[in-house]
């Protein structure tokens, strides 16, 4: 009599494979970090030679070009239906507006809107890869990301440029 075995192993259902983490990675970690680069970059560039203050700096050029084409990135970085952008924004914003107003107390404002949502976002981002979240949640994230990406864009260009 013989017997059959079966040398296969089960699969699991809710996987993810790097590929997917990997892409996953590049659009909602890289990408708005990078595009925070930019944009701080470019504010530190054109508009802090032309003002006297601290505020509004280059992380705050960052946020509000961001916010005014939010819709674009949503497409481009979620890619869920466009009658969820303004859910993305108002997530985005509630970072933006919250890191905004830390940044705008001086010396501690370095750890209160850099260092602290830096060791944050590094956190989420090593967890959410892995899930499909609503559009408001990614505005959270990303607004995370733009934060530390304009302050270093603003930083890189300060220093190099």
Not at 133 to 140: A, T
Not at 145 to 159: K, M, R
Request: aromatic share 16%.
């Amino acid at each position: 009599m013989s017997e059959t075995t079966n040398d296969t192993v089960p699969s699991e259902e809710g996987s993810v494979s790097g590929q997917e983490i990997f892409s996953d990675m590049l659009r909602h970690m890289m990408a708005p970090l990078l595009i925070g680069m930019a944009f701080g970059a470019l504010w530190q560039l054109t508009v802090m030679p032309r003002i006297d203050t601290f505020v509004p700096n280059p992380v705050h050029g960052a946020f509000a070009m961001y916010l005014l084409v939010s819709p674009l990135f949503y497409k481009q970085l979620v890619g869920m239906e466009m009658e969820r952008a303004g859910e993305y924004a108002m997530g985005f914003a509630v970072t933006a507006c919250t890191l905004s107003m830390a940044w705008m107390f001086g010396t501690s404002s370095l750890y209160l809107a850099g260092f602290i949502p830096t060791i944050a976002w590094i956190f989420i981002s090593s967890f959410w890869l892995q899930f499909e979240f609503p559009p408001f949640r990614y505005g959270l994230w990303h607004g995370m990301a733009v934060n530390i990406g304009g302050f270093c864009g603003g930083v890189l260009a300060f220093i190099y440029l």
